[in-house]
Every structure is written in structure tokens, then in C-alpha cells.
């Protein structure tokens, strides 16, 4: 077949390898932008009297756990305060291990959970709020580039909590070590584009059509000229594949049923070394670092639509230190920060640049339409491939497409049996049996001394509090 791929992303890129490399199938890639790789890009890296370096700016590399560090903010600029004995502190701590135990319950009764949000969750079960907004819900926004205010507490409890024992966020012990491309991600894009002929990829290109006819399916470019295909592979962000689908003349019911159900947020990523968006303590340096900051105030914001209950964190600003991650050593390259979201601009003398991505919101309405997918897939003779078609991430984008091209129509036969990510959860043994029985005693113990396990008035110890991630994942 000749087949046109649409979006050289993670998922586009997998889907061209496995067809080019173990198929006879002719492909031809579509990208609106002037380089390939979507949120796969990887820049240079250099300053004066430093050696240059290879940077991810927006690959979504994995984390864990131990490799976060968090510092809550009001004003302009990270604080920490060494406040002494603080409730809120040690409410957290203990909050922590309660969920990375009990959270996998929901999982064993997955079918009795429904769309509860995992701010009902945290609401049924009494967590603190200094769990909710010093812990969860800033990694939960940093891990999906999602703002504090729009979808955290919004989120679906189980597909939370399923991506956080996927990944072995809920293990209090013998947690994985994760892996990077030497160089960068650049490295694979290259290697998959090298067996690409020149003449195939199509950079600065973009579809805005797509109509399907009897024996094929029509693209349409910005500037007017059409091709014909056998097949396509719309390897897209949601919104802009149904939009092209729609200016085609038609979007069936169950193309708008499964595409139409997703929202997306833009997140800004700069590429820095100025340190004051890292930590104050240089100690509490880790991968992965949030910021948060505060209104002060618990009230939803207006217009907002949520059934969860609302948090005083507004914003949250992440840091990726790339010498952690990617494995470059500071005295060969000074600091090599990437931030997403940053609350003040870096200073522009250690600026070396700004690219815009987006993201999608996980919801109840996005994750609900998931299932649907199936019923779209293939038909009309065009598939669809995303990292929105499961959790966002950059695995879920390349596992979307080896998913879709090792089935028919393209029955590709790959050079590794496919693997899926999810993780059974498994009963618990006596030593977790042991360990709820002692969490919920002491949760019954503590829930009567409410006023002082809370601390004083709201807000006191906010910024001492704010640490306890970096106590919690320091280096």
C-alpha cells in the first residue's frame, strides 16, 4: 500500500520505522513544522567557556518517585523556611505512605470505582490538604504538564493511580532506575528518518484536510495541492486530527464520540541555566523539581466546572535538571535546565530558548473515550496513532503506533515480541496486610486529634511544608 503518515511525533516516527524496516509498504510523512519529531526535540546546548551538549527540551522522561524535590513559592522566586516542628509536615509524610499503600485497593475494585476523580478519592479517605497541594496534586500537574487549576484534582482516581503503579511510584522500596537515549532523542529520530528517502518526508507541510473516497483517502495542504493514498495514518493530537476529518466534508458520530472529548493545554518549556528555578538548597537538587504557588484561598476559580473539592495551589512551574537526566556532567557544561511553565522569566542572559508544546488533559470525558478508539480504527481506510490514546507520555505515543501497524491492515511482524506496560496488582502478603492494619490504626488515632494533627490556622507552615517532597526525594 502507499501510505501517508500525518505528524512525525513519537508516534508517527514508530509507526514509520516498523513499516519502512519490516513491511513493503511505501510511506510518505506529512509535518506541518520545520523539523521532525513533535515534542521529540532535541537542541544544542552551549554557553561561553562551557562544552556544548545535546538537550531534550520536551521528551517526558520517566521519573521516580525518589528524584523529586518541591518548593512551595509566594512571590517571585523560590523560598524555604526551617519553620521547627510543623503539623502539616509530618501530616504529609504520614499521608504519603497511607496512599502508596491503600491507593492499589481502588485497583483490586476497579469495578465498584466508577468516574470518581482522585479528589473524591482523597476527600472519601481524609487525606490532608497539606498531601493534596505540597504533594499529589504538584506532581500530578508536573507530570502532565497540566495546570494546578485546571485538571489535578480533576483527575480520574483510577487512571492516576493505575499510571502510578505501572510505574512504580506506590513501591516504598526497591524502586527501578530509568534509562536515557545517550545524546538525546535526536539520536533515534535521525535513525528512523536515515531510511526515509528525502523525497518522502515532507517538512513545513501541513494537512488541514482529509477525505475519505471509495478506494483511498484524499490529503489536502495548506496551500491547496492533493495527494492520494491507499491508507493514512493520522499520528496527531486529537483536536487537530478531528478538525482535519471535519474540513474533509464529513466526521462520522463515532469519529466525533472518540476524538471530540479531549482538551489540551499549551505549556511553555525554556531551555536556561539560571538557578533560581532550582531549589534554594543545592542539596535538594533532584530530576524532577516543582514550584508551586498559592492564592491563598480554596475557592474554585470562576467558571470553573469541578465536582472534586478545590485547592489553594494556583500554578505549577517544573524543572528538569538535564545534567541529572540526561547524564551531563556540571563541570563540563555548567547547569542545563529545562522549565516548564516558568512564574518569572530566566534570566534572559542565560536564556538560550523557548518552544511552546501541548499537552492533553486527562479526564473523565477524555479517559471514558478511550474505549471507543476500536470502533473508529481502520475504517474509512484511516487509522489513528497518540500518546492521548492512553496516558500522554512518549511510550504511550510509540506503543499506540506498534499497536496499530502489527494488526491489519499493515500486519507488520516486528523484530521483538510486543510488551505491554501494565502491571498486575497482586494480592497483598502478610507484611502489607500487616502494615494497613498498623496505617489504619494510627489514621483512626490521629482523626480524633484532628486540631492538633491539622496544626494551626490555615496556611501556617505552608513554605516549611512545601519541602517535604525534597525531604522526602533529595539527593
Known amino acids: 500500500m502507499r501510505i501517508a503518515i500525518v505528524g512525525s511525533g513519537v508516534s508517527g516516527l514508530g509507526a514509520t520505522w516498523l513499516l519502512k524496516e519490516y513491511s513493503g509498504h511505501e510511506v510518505n510523512i506529512y509535518e506541518k513544522g520545520d523539523y521532525p519529531g513533535g515534542h521529540t526535540h532535541t537542541v544544542k546546548f ?31 522566586k523560590p523560598k524555604s523556611t526551617d519553620e521547627g516542628f510543623n503539623p502539616r509536615l509530618y501530616r504529609m509524610v504520614f499521608d504519603v505512605l497511607r496512599f502508596n499503600v491503600f491507593a492499589k485497593d481502588l485497583l483490586r475494585a476497579e469495578e465498584t470505582v466508577g468516574k470518581m476523580s482522585i479528589g473524591e478519592y482523597l476527600e ?59 545524546g538525546g532523542a535526536k539520536k533515534y529520530v535521525d535513525a528512523i528518518l536515515s531510511k526515509v528517502p528525502k523525497e518522502n518526508l515532507h517538512l513545513n507541510t501541513e494537512i488541514t484536510a482529509v477525505r475519505s473516497l471509495p478506494n483511498g483517502v484524499e490529503l489536502t495542504e495548506a496551500g491547496g495541492a492533493k495527494h492520494i493514498y491507499d491508507h493514512v495514518i493520522l499520528a496527531t493530537h486529537s483536536d487537530t486530527t478531528l478538525a482535519m476529518l471535519r474540513a474533509g466534508g464529513e466526521a462520522t458520530m463515532q469519529e466525533e464520540k472518540a476524538l471530540g472529548s479531549w482538551s489540551w493545554s499549551k505549556n511553555e518549556a525554556v531551555l536556561h541555566w539560571d538557578e533560581r528555578l532550582m531549589p534554594t538548597r543545592r542539596r535538594a537538587y533532584s530530576a524532577w523539581n516543582y514550584l508551586t504557588s498559592t492564592s491563598g484561598a480554596s475557592a474554585p476559580k470562576q467558571g470553573a466546572k469541578s465536582t472534586s473539592p478545590s485547592s489553594s495551589v494556583d500554578t505549577v512551574s517544573l524543572t528538569y535538571d538535564m545534567n541529572i537526566l540526561q547524564h551531563l556532567p556540571e563541570s563540563k557544561h555548567g547547569p542545563v535546565l529545562v522549565t516548564l511553565n516558568p512564574p518569572f522569566p530566566p534570566d534572559p542572559l542565560k536564556t538560550l530558548g523557548r518552544w511552546t508544546y501541548t499537552h492533553p488533559m486527562m479526564t473523565a470525558e477524555s479517559v471514558s473515550s ?73 489514621q483512626m488515632v490521629l482523626l480524633n486529634a484532628e486540631p492538633v494533627w491539622q496544626g494551626v490556622a490555615p496556611g501556617a507552615g505552608r513554605e516549611r511544608g512545601g519541602e517535604a517532597a525534597g525531604v522526602l526525594g533529595g539527593k
Open 124 to 182: 472519601r479517605e481524609g487525606y490532608g490538604d497539606g498531601f493534596k497541594e505540597d504533594y499529589l496534586l504538584p506532581m500530578t500537574a508536573a507530570i502532565w504538564s497540566t495546570a494546578a487549576d485546571q485538571a489535578a484534582l480533576d483527575f480520574p482516581a483510577l487512571t492516576l493511580i493505575r499510571f502510578f503503579h505501572n510505574h512504580h511510584l506506590l513501591q516504598l522500596t526497591g524502586k527501578p532506575k530509568w534509562l536515557t537515549v545517550q
Open 46 to 76: 552551549g554557553r561561553l567557556g562551557k562544552k556544548s551538549c545535546d538537550v531534550d527540551t520536551d521528551s517526558s522522561p520517566n521519573i521516580s518517585a525518589s528524584d523529586s524535590a518541591n518548593e512551595k513559592a509566594k512571590g517571585d
Open 370 to 442: 478511550q474505549p471507543l478508539l476500536p470502533s473508529i480504527q481502520n475504517r474509512r481506510h484511516i487509522s489513528y496513532a497518540g500518546a492521548w490514546t492512553k496516558y500522554g507520555f512518549h511510550e504511550d505515543g510509540f506503543t499506540s503506533a506498534m499497536r496499530l501497524v502489527t494488526a491489519p491492515p499493515f500486519s507488520v511482524k516486528p523484530p521483538f515480541p510486543f510488551m505491554p506496560a501494565h502491571r498486575a496488582v497482586e494480592k497483598k502478603d502478610m507484611v502489607e496486610e500487616t502494615l494497613s492494619a498498623v496505617l489504619g490504626s494510627m
